[in-house]
T-cell receptor, first 114, second 111 residues
C-alpha cells in the first residue's frame, strides 16, 4: 500500500531563512509526486510535481523539490522564506496514470517569524 | 486562470439529513474527484469519476455516498444520511490527466 510521511508537524523559520520540508513515501512502482500548499481558508494549490526526468523540479513561488529514489524522499526547499509562505504544506503520491487516488501526507504547518 | 469552484463554502446540517455538495470542475477536464479532510487528520481520497462512472473509490465511500454529473458543468457529492463523523472539509478536484487541481473546499458540520 502506498503511504506518505511528513515527519515534521510544525516548523518555524525566520523570514529570509532557508527552508526544507521533508517527505518520505512508500510506493510499489514509479510514483508521481506532488507538493500542495494550503493557506488559511484556501484550497490546495499545486506547488510542483515530479513525473520523471530531472530529479530537481522547480515550482511556483520559488519552491523546488528533489526526488531521491534511494531515500524514497521528495523534500521541498526554498532558499529564502517570505512571511506569505506561512501555510500548511502537503506532500502527495499517486500512480502514473490519470483518474486514480492521491495519497497525502499529514502535512507540515510552516510558521514564519519576522 | 481557470479554477475549480465549490458551493457552499460552509454547510451546517442535522444528523440524518441529506446534503449535496457542489463542484464546478475546470471546463476541459475529464477526471473528477472528491477528497475529505477531517479536522486534524490527513486529506483522504473518496472517489474518482470519469466518463460518467466511478473509476475508483475508497473504503470510506460507502452506500451513503453518491456522486453525479447532472449536467455538463457540475459534479456533486451526495451524503444521504449524515453522521457526526461526516463533519469534515470536502475538496473537489479535477484533471485532464495528472496533476489534480483542487477547489477551495466545503466545510461540513453535522450536529
Amino acid at each position: 500500500a502506498q503511504s506518505v510521511t511528513q515527519p515534521d508537524i510544525h516548523i518555524t523559520v525566520s523570514e529570509g531563512a532557508s527552508l526544507e520540508l521533508r517527505c518520505n513515501y512508500s510506493y510499489g512502482a514509479t510514483p508521481y509526486l506532488f507538493w500542495y500548499v494550503q493557506s488559511p481558508g484556501q484550497g490546495l494549490q499545486l506547488l510542483l510535481k515530479y513525473f520523471s526526468g530531472d530529479t530537481l523540479v522547480q515550482g511556483i513561488k520559488g519552491f523546488e523539490a528533489e526526488f531521491k529514489r534511494s531515500q524514497s524522499s521528495f523534500n521541498l526547499r526554498k532558499p529564502s522564506v517570505h512571511w506569505s509562505d506561512a501555510a500548511e504544506y502537503f506532500c502527495a503520491v499517486g500512480p502514473n496514470n490519470a483518474g486514480n487516488m492521491l495519497t497525502f501526507g499529514g502535512g507540515t504547518r510552516l510558521m514564519v517569524k519576522p | 486562470e481557470p479554477e475549480v469552484t465549490q458551493t457552499p463554502s460552509h454547510q451546517v446540517t442535522q444528523m440524518g439529513q441529506e446534503v449535496i455538495l457542489r463542484c464546478v470542475p475546470i471546463s476541459n477536464h475529464l477526471y473528477f474527484y472528491w477528497y475529505r479532510q477531517i479536522l486534524g487528520q490527513k486529506v483522504e481520497f473518496l472517489v474518482s469519476f470519469y466518463n460518467n462512472e466511478i473509476s475508483e473509490k475508497s473504503e470510506i465511500f460507502d452506500d451513503q455516498f453518491s456522486v453525479e454529473r447532472p449536467d455538463g458543468s457540475n459534479f456533486t457529492l451526495k451524503i444521504r444520511s449524515t453522521k457526526l463523523e461526516d463533519s469534515a472539509m470536502y475538496f473537489c478536484a479535477s484533471s485532464v490527466g495528472t496533476p489534480q487541481y483542487f477547489g477551495p473546499g466545503t466545510r461540513l458540520l453535522v450536529l
